[in-house]
């Protein structure tokens, strides 16, 4: 990212709801950091991109791996049912997700699981989801599940039990601070008004006093590092693997180590678009830093297994044959299941740019679909 010292005159003045409230708030009492701003754009209760739009699917403004094949959704519930075994079967257990979108991957890791003895029988759906408008729709897509589900706002209010966990595209939407290598050191950076009162990024002229990365010590001037807050996810975790067995699956995309680089990014109806130009309106997400999550998640109660990528984790769950497997049943919809699973699997697209990081309580063996250790 160029922080601009100039304002652009190219640039469209910003003008959603949002953008107005948050350049209001500017002008009362001064630049707020990244972070704030993607807190908003995402959470605002009245304009938060989550609480009132329909943002997944082919309608919507970006598709994730369960809304472009249900091979994804059922390979992850068989995933589950293994984990469940590994953990001595469980009844009851709570199987959580956090981030269900529109539902569907859970959907199809019910549907996927309905033979494993005993496994629905013994699962307790909990799904945590901020959005209102996603909870109803979740809702309708389990709609003629025999288990049970309920709903938390948030995973800090997850109670301790055996847990099986599941995460798709949810740590990208946690929001990142991002600072920016300057002579005298790191800054963050500010979202702030130029002359012309359109939004536009600048910087906080304290330097940032906070632990860094020790490869933050040697950056050239000009790096940008963003930094995410996993403390209270950890937290959470940590206390479920204190008394119960835990098993967990977080699949987003990102960089397997630490790096340098601006990686917000807005998306609306399938296009990149500027990170300020419509708050509130385009999903904002950034690449997870694995290597900060796993360092992050794990301490003496939670280990982390070997990063892998998901085509390597879909791959190893039996992703091809499932899909062949459909694809006869299913001889019509061949094509594009086949095209499906090749999407999710492509090396040089979502295969490799999406890793799986798998974390476990200390009392359970190596969780399925990772290289042992
Ligand atoms: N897992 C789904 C959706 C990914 S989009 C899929 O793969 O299709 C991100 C999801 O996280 C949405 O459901 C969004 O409403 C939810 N979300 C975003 N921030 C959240 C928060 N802080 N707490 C709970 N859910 C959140």
Redesign the pocket.
Known sequence: MSVESAPDPSRPVAATPLARLIARRIADSGPITVREYMTLC??HPEHGY?RARR??GAAGDFI????ISQVFGELLGLWAAVVWQQMGSPAPFQLVE?????G??MADALRATQRVKGFSNAARVVL????PV?RDMQRQTLAQTTVDVRWL???AEIKPAPTILL????LD??PITQLMREGDGWHEITVELDVRGTLTFGSKAACWREALPSLAHAAPIGSVLELRDFAPLSETLAAIAAGSPLGALFIDYGHEATGFGDTLQAVRQHRSEPPLAAPGEADLTAMVDFEAAAAALTNGRVMVERLATQAEFLGSLGAIERGSRLMSANPARAGEIEMGVARLMSPQGMGTRFKALGLRSSDMPTLPGFPQH
Do not use: D, K, Q, R
């Not at 995460?167 to 949810?170: D, H, L, P, T, V």
């Open positions: 995402l959470s989550y943002a997944i994730t791996a369960p809304e956090l981030g269900p979108g529109c569907t991957m945590v989801e901020a959005s996603l706002a948030e995973a995460a798709n595209e949810f939407v946690l």
